[in-house]
């Protein structure tokens, strides 16, 4: 039954209108996009702050420098939000790309490619981040039972900086993890009963 062109169902039987799955869409490709920008953006600030970081010091008449590569964890942080600013890049024009020409029929392998490649960059952001905040809280708190001292009290500029380079990096990681829901999303969207409707499965 059916008044003024808006379909009525019995209570049991589900009813999609077209017009409500395209805007879906559109949200979802819109906000994959929003989220990509934010990890790349992110991901490329903290490499610029971490790499850029350094300070020098007097202890006992000597000068002691402090950079970014004496912590080994900062050189993985850097190297893992490089490759996820660029990784996110590519995937932000591909994005734009989808969006301006609009419907755009992805194959399964490309949406579990892209599926991969999203999971497995949060993994190693989330790696990346658990040693940095690790080698942080040894840095600002010290270690007294491994006689480790409280280097942010000699290097409060480096370490102020640093930390905010991993605080920009958190973000990207969340980012990075809420798009993999979305990937995740895409693709077994492909695996659902609506075949015979080619709406934008491309983003």
Not at 81 to 91: D, F, I, P, T
Not at 131 to 138: G, K, M, T, V, W
Not at 177 to 193: C, D, E, K
Request: with cysteine; aromatic share 8%.
């Amino acid at each position: 039954m059916s008044y003024v062109g808006v379909g009525v169902s019995p209570g049991n039987v589900p009813v999609y209108h077209g017009t409500d799955l395209r805007a879906v869409e559109r949200k979802v490709r819109l906000a994959e996009l929003i989220l990509r920008s934010v990890t790349c953006v992110l991901a490329l600030a903290s490499v610029l702050l971490i790499t850029t970081d350094s300070q020098v010091q007097d202890i006992f008449t000597i000068k002691k420098k402090a950079k970014f590569t004496d912590m080994k964890s900062l050189v993985f942080l850097v190297v893992v939000n490089g490759m996820a600013a660029a990784y996110s890049l590519v995937q932000v024009l591909r994005c734009g790309l989808s969006m301006v020409r609009g419907s755009v029929l992805l194959s399964k392998t490309l949406a579990w490619l892209i599926l991969s490649g999203d999971q497995l960059l949060s993994y190693m952001m989330l790696a990346a981040l658990g040693a940095a905040l690790q080698s942080s809280i040894f840095a600002k708190f010290s270690e007294p039972e491994l006689e480790w001292m409280k280097l942010c009290d000699m290097y409060g500029k480096f370490c102020k900086q640093s930390g905010e380079g991993i605080a920009s990096s958190v973000v990207a990681c969340l980012s990075m993890v809420i798009v993999s829901g979305l990937s995740a999303f895409g693709l077994f969207r492909l695996y659902g009963g609506n075949k015979g409707t080619k709406i934008s499965a491309g983003w």
